[in-house]
């Protein structure tokens, strides 16, 4: 089981298709599909529901369209613009639409 931690509430509904974004190829060699969906908060880890990989992809970030963010499981993340400000907040300001990032797609079991 790996662990998906989120800084935001996650949008995703149950029984959806959803994706996330995250910086580096961790994503992308992380083997084990079955997900636990973690909400990072006031210092707890709460873990609101799993889910099951289905696709990564490594991309550099400027290659992302909008149409591809649709699903994204953070509502204020499904435009390129709000996907970044929201990679700033999660990495640092320091991130930079030139780096590689892995879109995970998944399945919310529950
Ligand atoms: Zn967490």
């Not at 529901?49 to 993340?77: K, Y």
């Not at 613009?81 to 998944?106: I, N, P, Q, S």
Request: glycine share 6%.
């Amino acid at each position: 089981m790996a662990t998906l931690h989120s800084i935001h509430p996650i949008e995703a509904l149950v029984g959806a298709r959803s994706s996330t974004v995250r910086r580096g190829i961790k994503w992308y060699n992380e083997n084990d599909q079955n997900l636990e969906l973690c909400y990072c908060h006031d210092g707890i880890h709460e873990i609101v529901g799993h889910g099951r990989s289905i696709i990564r992809a490594l991309r550099t970030f400027n290659t992302l369209s909008d149409h591809e963010l649709a699903n994204e499981h953070e509502a204020s993340s499904r435009t390129v613009a709000g996907l970044l400000e929201a990679m700033r907040r999660a990495y640092g300001e320091d991130f930079k639409k030139t780096e590689l990032v892995t879109v995970l797609t998944y399945w919310r079991t529950d």
